[in-house]
């Protein structure tokens, strides 16, 4: 059974820093993209990071670029989402996903067919 289980969010304050984990099991996802999402209370769930299957190509929102960095290690089927300078509008629950299909690398949500239950990260003023 694959499952994707996120970890490291919490409640810090504006202008601090969260580093969230998601660990893969039940399959190896090296030749995956793999990305960070997230949904606020009462909005969509939305694109936030994506990094492909090599780390050579990453993509971020507008919105956490400068701040937000995803990084993977494939040979911990782990990906990782450091996120700096935390604004109150970043508070959202943050999902990890991975693409089902091999080598290529988007940003749309349904192309992602691998789902955490995700993680709570508040950002207080």
């Known amino acids: 059974q694959v499952q994707l289980v996120e970890s490291g969010g919490g409640l810090v304050q504006a202008g601090g820093s969260l580093r969230l984990s998601c660990a893969a099991s039940g399959r190896t996802f090296s030749n995956n993209a793999m990305g960070w999402f997230r949904q606020a209370p009462g909005k969509e769930r939305e694109f936030v990071a994506v990094i492909s299957w090599s780390s050579l190509q990453t993509f971020y929102a507008d919105s956490v670029k400068g701040r937000f960095t995803i990084s993977r290690d494939n040979g911990k089927n782990t990906v990782y989402l450091q996120m700096n300078t935390l604004k109150p509008e970043d508070s959202a629950v943050y999902y990890c996903?991975?693409?089902?299909?091999?080598?290529?690398?988007?940003?749309?949500?349904?192309?992602?067919?691998?789902w955490g239950q995700g993680t709570q990260v508040t950002v207080s003023s």
């Open positions: 996903a991975a693409d089902a299909r091999i080598r290529r690398t988007v940003v749309e949500i349904p192309a992602y067919s691998y």
